[in-house]
């Protein structure tokens, strides 16, 4: 004589909590991420009559120069002429690369000067010089 069960097992998970678990995971995250954002030595940007925006940040390097004759880039401090190196890297890397030259406004002309050389024998030829914008 054959025996018929009467329960079956139900294996199955349920998933009635599932939208709350992934809700506090979501908001976790939100919470704990930190962007980072541009960091660099603490200038003070010259003001600027008119001034216009970077098309994209994907294809910019941003080299910051401090009053104090300080260059830095990517948070590593650099001299002048350690600059070509790292341009021409950079440049191999990313055609399309735009420098964005943070420039203290009472840092010396000639150390931007010898920096735009310096860009210049790297072949990264596009340019900006970044400013904010003066309030009347």
């Known amino acids: ?12 998970i349920p998933t ?9 995971l979501l908001i976790f995250f939100m919470v704990t991420t930190v962007l980072r954002e541009y960091s660099g030595l603490p200038i003070s940007l010259p003001k600027a ?4 925006k970077l098309k994209s940040k994907r294809h910019t390097a941003h080299v910051w120069v401090s009053k104090d004759g300080l260059i830095s880039i990517e948070d590593k401090i650099y001299k002048a002429d350690g600059v070509r ?15 964005s030259l943070k420039a203290d406004e009472r840092a010396k002309m000639g150390l931007v000067s010898d920096i735009h050389t310096e860009l210049r024998k790297a072949d990264a030829l596009k340019l900006n010089y970044s400013s904010k914008t003066a309030v009347d």
Request: zero cysteines.
């Open 1 to 12: 004589m054959k025996f018929n069960r009467k329960t079956q097992l139900d294996s199955e």
């Open 16 to 24: 009635a909590s599932m939208p709350d678990i992934i809700f506090m």
């Open 49 to 52: 009559k008119r001034i216009e």
């Open 85 to 99: 190196h790292i341009m021409y890297e950079k440049r191999v890397e990313d055609p399309q690369l735009v420098v």
